[in-house]
């Protein structure tokens, strides 16, 4: 069973930078891709980017050329380096895994972005 563990939410600035990291561990991995997802409160949840075990990657509009998703560590690791934070980048933040067996979720990482 796969497990997520996000790290690297909090408070920042506009204009500011935050990092977000998701480490995958558990048995089986087999990871076909790693992904953030945010959800803003009265909001549905979206798709912010997207990691493919070949490393392509996708983003949504409202972050690109802001965002950057990378890995590491085998490809269990997902970085999310965001920059030029707006406010209304403020949400909650998941890591999301497709595996083999299934969609995995983490709990979860506030990010909150002061103007």
């Known amino acids: 069973q796969v497990q997520l563990a996000e790290s690297g939410g909090g408070m920042g600035q506009a204009g500011g930078s935050l990092r977000l990291s998701c480490v995958a561990s558990?048995?089986?991995?087999?990871?076909?891709?790693m992904a953030w997802y945010r959800q803003a409160p009265g909001k549905e949840r979206e798709l912010v980017a997207r990691?493919?075990?070949?490393?392509?990657?996708n983003y949504a509009d409202s972050v690109l050329g802001r965002f950057t998703i990378s890995r590491a560590g085998a490809a269990n690791t997902v970085y999310l380096q965001m920059n030029s934070l707006k406010p209304e980048d403020t949400a909650v933040y998941y890591c999301?895994?497709?595996?083999?067996?299934?969609?995995?979720w983490g709990q979860g990482t506030q990010v909150t972005v002061s103007s």
């Open positions: 990691i493919y075990r070949g490393g392509s990657t």
């Open positions: 558990g048995s089986n991995l087999s990871i076909i891709n």
């Open positions: 999301n895994t497709a595996t083999l067996a299934g969609t995995v």
